[in-house]
């Protein structure tokens, strides 16, 4: 290919096509999305992503986020502070409280008496992390997680904050991260859609949170953008089955027929909804065989379901999402949301915080272990945490050995991450003596989102979307890579 460049001093010819970098031809020609795919280290088979993107190499080809609604504990589980055990029933300063937003369950406080971790910790001796016993799977992969103990958001209700950190604002209507990713990048999977949504909670019903479909929809990008929810019971995806004395072939001439009809009114209107429907319909054909094969456990080894615990064999629950978010993610789904409800112990964290780690700590780590053995732990990121912490102090009558629990902590809480690019064995930031405020290495939400959508190789200030007058993006306007994470 020729292309005659213009000398530093030559004017540009303006009525003529203006000359282009071979990025931006390969960017704008036809097979132009999938070269520069290739040319950036991601899959060609990826279709319907944005020109340009990914636009630096990623680390990550998919990500599954076990997202724990609710708020787990950080003090209880990851942020060793061995001195707490100490100061149980000690108020903590107002210095050390001062300027943080708590909830209005414990706004009005007088009193903020240390509540001592629950369980002892122990050190793993390759990666020296601290972990509690409480989830003692998590500590035997310390060595293949980076521990983030530094995150802080400004929500302190359930809602806006989950909200918050999966669609970069508190109110609903803007598009949750899965649907960015999808937009961006398109989808690696012809038989199942790009972005997968799996729900579940502790068994006991302990915590009333709901899921709204918002938490995975595509606000104001096009709908073929949003997540599917696959059911927990039953079938994953209803009318999987097609009635009786309905062929294959005379459900494809019907689809077929359909999409022509769609297609005709697209033109004549102009609706991008209408694309949406066309290739709705055209993923639910597909997924009439792609779903059962998924969904069929029957051909995996009792080691690997072994992995996982013995809650892998009960639908619905987080270990066997767990485990088909590994059978999505072999099959090309690029971003897995598992939601997991019951973290949300105000007066039951005693005897409901044990059970809720049992149901979710070996399958977690189950879901890394069985990644890495595949090789697929290098290109997937897993992301372990909830929507903020619950406080160093004690919510009700802490000398209740039953009834007694924490409130909500936006001010400092932790997550992990493994694989997909990120420091493994890696421990990043601390907060002060009563794991209350963060001293060193804070990371926000934004922040947070900005590495994510890095390490799959998207530009966070590049992706955007046309709304209103105004170009949109995960992270508003705000969020900085948090370099120190990245391997």
Same mark, same amino acid.
């Given at each position: 290919?020729? $292309?005659?460049?213009?000398?530093?001093?030559?004017?540009?010819?303006?009525?003529?096509?203006?000359?282009?970098?071979?990025?931006?031809?390969?960017?704008?020609?036809?097979?132009?999305? &999938?070269?520069?795919?290739?040319?950036? !280290?991601?899959?060609? &088979?990826? =279709?319907?992503?944005?020109?340009?993107?990914?636009?630096?190499?990623?680390?990550?080809?998919?990500?599954?986020?076990? #997202?724990?609604?609710?708020?787990?504990?950080?003090?209880?589980?990851?942020?060793?502070?061995?001195?707490?055990?100490?100061?149980?029933?000690?108020? %903590?300063?107002?210095?050390?409280? /001062?300027?943080?937003?708590?909830?209005? #369950?414990? !706004?009005?406080?007088?009193?903020?008496?240390?509540? /001592?971790?629950?369980?002892?910790?122990?050190?793993?001796?390759?990666? @020296?992390?601290?972990?509690?016993?409480?989830?003692?799977?998590?500590?035997?992969?310390?060595?293949?997680?980076?521990?983030?103990?530094? $995150?802080?958001?400004? /929500?302190?209700?359930?809602?806006?904050?989950?909200?918050?950190?999966?669609? @970069? *604002?508190?109110?609903? !209507?803007?598009?949750?991260?899965?649907?960015?990713?999808?937009?961006?990048?398109?989808?690696?999977?012809?038989?199942?859609?790009?972005?997968?949504?799996?729900?579940?909670?502790?068994?006991?019903?302990?915590? @009333?949170?709901?899921?709204?479909?918002?938490?995975?929809?595509?606000?104001?990008?096009?709908?073929?953008?949003?997540?599917?929810?696959?059911?927990?019971?039953?079938?994953?995806?209803?009318?999987?089955?097609?009635?009786?004395?309905?062929?294959?072939? $005379?459900?494809?001439?019907?689809?077929?027929?359909?999409?022509?009809?769609?297609?005709?009114?697209?033109?004549?209107?102009?609706?991008?909804?209408?694309? =949406?429907?066309?290739?709705?319909?055209? $993923?639910?054909?597909?997924?009439?065989?792609?779903?059962?094969?998924? &969904?069929?456990?029957?051909?995996?080894?009792?080691? %690997?379901?072994?992995?996982?615990?013995?809650?892998?064999?009960?639908?619905?629950?987080?270990?066997?999402?767990?485990?088909?978010?590994?059978?999505?993610?072999?099959?090309?789904?690029?971003?897995?949301?598992?939601?997991?409800?019951?973290?949300?112990? *105000?007066?039951?964290?005693?005897?409901?915080?044990?059970?809720?780690?049992?149901? =979710?700590?070996?399958?977690?780590?189950?879901?890394?272990?069985?990644?890495?053995?595949?090789?697929?732990?290098?290109? =997937?990121?897993?992301?372990?945490? !909830?929507?903020?912490?619950?406080?160093?102090?004690?919510?009700?009558?802490?000398?209740?050995?039953?009834?007694?629990?924490?409130?909500?902590?936006?001010? &400092?809480?932790?997550?992990?991450? /493994?694989?997909?690019?990120?420091?493994?064995?890696?421990? *990043? @930031?601390?907060?002060?003596?009563?794991?209350?405020?963060?001293?060193?290495?804070?990371?926000?939400?934004?922040?947070?989102?900005?590495?994510? #959508?890095?390490?799959?190789?998207?530009?966070?200030?590049?992706?955007?979307?046309?709304?209103?007058?105004?170009?949109?993006?995960?992270?508003?306007? *705000?969020?900085?890579?948090?370099?120190?994470?990245?391997?």
């Amino acid at each position: 290919m020729n $292309m005659k460049l213009p000398s530093a001093t030559e004017p540009l010819d303006q009525t003529g096509p203006l000359p282009q970098t071979r990025r931006q031809f390969l960017g704008r020609s036809a097979c132009g999305a &999938a070269a520069l795919a290739t040319l950036l !280290g991601r899959d060609a &088979a990826a =279709t319907g992503g944005q020109p340009g993107f990914p636009n630096h190499l990623a680390k990550a080809k998919r990500v599954i986020y076990l #997202m724990q609604a609710g708020g787990p504990t950080h003090l209880d589980l990851f942020d060793y502070k061995p001195d707490m055990y100490e100061r149980h029933g000690e108020n %903590i300063p107002e210095s050390v409280r /001062a300027g943080v937003r708590l909830s209005t #369950m414990t !706004g009005n406080y007088t009193e903020h008496p240390v509540l /001592a971790p629950l369980k002892p910790f122990r050190q793993h001796r390759a990666s @020296g992390m601290w972990l509690s016993d409480l989830v003692p799977y998590t500590r035997e992969i310390s060595d293949r997680i980076c521990l983030v103990n530094s $995150m802080h958001t400004e /929500a302190v209700n359930h809602a806006p904050a989950v909200t918050f950190f999966l669609t @970069g *604002h508190q109110l609903p !209507g803007r598009p949750s991260m899965g649907a960015w990713t999808s937009y961006g990048l398109g989808s690696a999977s012809e038989d199942l859609p790009s972005f997968v949504v799996m729900l579940s909670r502790d068994r006991e019903n302990s915590c @009333g949170q709901l899921f709204y479909d918002y938490y995975w929809g595509s606000g104001f990008i096009p709908g073929k953008y949003q997540g599917v929810n696959f059911r927990s019971q039953g079938d994953p995806v209803l009318f999987l089955s097609d009635p009786a004395g309905l062929s294959r072939g $005379m459900k494809k001439g019907l689809v077929d027929d359909i999409a022509a009809l769609n297609r005709e009114r697209a033109e004549t209107v102009g609706d991008p909804e209408i694309e =949406t429907r066309i290739a709705q319909y055209e $993923m639910a054909y597909r997924m009439q065989t792609s779903v059962p094969e998924l &969904a069929d456990l029957s051909g995996e080894p009792q080691h %690997i379901l072994d992995l996982y615990g013995p809650d892998v064999q009960r639908p619905g629950s987080f270990a066997r999402n767990c485990l088909l978010a590994r059978r999505l993610a072999e099959r090309g789904v690029q971003f897995i949301q598992l939601m997991h409800a019951g973290w949300d112990q *105000h007066n039951n964290i005693p005897t409901q915080l044990e059970v809720q780690c049992r149901d =979710t700590d070996q399958p977690s780590a189950g879901l890394v272990r069985d990644l890495e053995q595949r090789g697929l732990l290098d290109d =997937t990121l897993v992301i372990w945490g !909830g929507e903020f912490g619950r406080t160093p102090f004690g919510q009700g009558d802490i000398n209740n050995p039953k009834a007694h629990g924490r409130d909500h902590h936006g001010a &400092a809480f932790s997550l992990w991450m /493994a694989g997909g690019g990120v420091k493994a064995g890696h421990q *990043h @930031g601390k907060t002060d003596d009563y794991a209350y405020n963060i001293i060193d290495g804070k990371v926000h939400v934004h922040d947070f989102q900005a590495t994510v #959508m890095h390490l799959l190789g998207i530009d966070h200030e590049r992706l955007t979307y046309r709304f209103q007058g105004r170009r949109f993006r995960l992270t508003d306007v *705000h969020g900085h890579v948090v370099r120190d994470l990245l391997a």
